[in-house]
């Protein structure tokens, strides 16, 4: 039942995000790192019990890590890339000039024939620029943000069109999903708000305690970094005191609460200011422009005693 398909592809969207990456910042070159979606489902799909109902199990562990449609709406939402004039192509809607607006960009229709018609329809075509209105109720986009997303065929195409889940807000991002996380396994007396509640509820039912996770060859940070976001008992350890120092900056750094992450990015400032105050103390060449060198080349030339006339080069920094 686990969702290879979906799970890769959101692995590979996170792969692609360069510096959108979560971690990108503690030592981007580590080429190991595994995706952070991916360690989550690995967690879950580790924890969550089984129930009679697979497909059941199925659902609420695609509600869990963000894939399902409800969720892609909102994604969708805060992406914007699909835009009122493709839901206008895209969905019959009956009544869509209350949800709706439109601008004439010339005179080849009137705005009493627009007023009577529905969705859909093609926006370039009648030469009319349609916007959302500013009053509609979120809960009235996300209704009709779904709709537009059940025309496309695959979840690729879906997904391709919204934020990855760890790019928004947690808290507004999963708030549909706990009312029927806790209906599901209410024969369990799961009464959980975030996922750091399901996972050590999770944890006291099987274990008795929050769940512990252990990574023997840490790496990049992200089995320790991920599993401590959703909630478990972390110990991390590496051979390479890199991947040692990595681990540690992720927890302790980009997992760091708001206060502490401020106070950081105020040290990080002062002292990149007198790193740079240092060097153009020691003289090092600016140009009018205000450019700074960063690298000397220099030339060693050698005369060929054997060919007359032959130089031998080699450039240095």
């Known amino acids: 039942m686990f969702p290879a398909q979906k799970v890769s592809f959101e692995a590979q969207r996170e792969r692609k995000a360069g510096p959108g990456q979560t971690l990108t910042a503690m030592g981007s070159y580590w080429k190991g790192r595994k995706p952070l979606i991916l360690v989550r489902a690995i967690l879950l799909g580790t924890l969550l019990p089984q129930t009679d109902e697979a497909e059941a199990d199925l659902d609420i562990f695609e509600q869990l890590m963000g894939f399902d449609d409800g969720s892609l709406a909102r994604r969708a939402l805060e992406q914007s890339a699909i835009k009122p004039k493709d839901i206008a192509n895209l969905i019959s809607l009956q009544n869509p000039w209350e949800f709706f607006t439109y601008k004439i960009k010339n005179n080849s229709v009137s705005a009493e024939k627009i007023n009577l018609m529905a969705f859909p329809l093609d926006a370039e075509e009648m030469g009319i620029t349609i916007q959302w209105h500013r009053d509609i ?42 009312p029927r996380v806790n209906k599901h396994f209410a024969h369990l007396g799961i009464n959980a708000n975030s996922h750091s509640q399901l996972m050590e509820q999770l944890g006291i039912l099987r274990f008795g305690r929050r769940p512990k996770v252990a990574d023997t060859f840490s790496g990049g940070g ?16 590496d051979l390479n005191p890199i991947a040692c120092m990595l681990t540690w900056g992720a927890l302790n750094v980009i997992g760091s609460s708001q206060d502490k992450a401020a106070t950081i990015i105020e040290e990080q400032h002062r002292v990149v200011k007198a790193v740079n105050q240092e060097i153009t103390a020691l003289g090092i060449e600016h140009d009018n422009e205000g450019n700074r060198a960063k690298a000397y080349l220099y030339c060693l030339e050698v005369r060929c005693p054997e060919q007359v006339g032959w130089y031998l080069f080699r450039l240095a920094g």
């Open 222 to 237: 992200s089995i320790p970094f991920e599993a401590a976001r959703l909630g478990c008992s972390v110990y991390a350890s």
């Open 137 to 178: 109720d979120e809960s009235e986009r996300l209704n009709i943000l779904s709709l537009a997303l059940a025309t496309y065929n695959t979840y690729e195409e879906k997904a391709a069109l919204c934020k990855r889940p760890e790019e928004l807000d947690q808290d507004w991002l999963y708030a549909p999903v706990w």
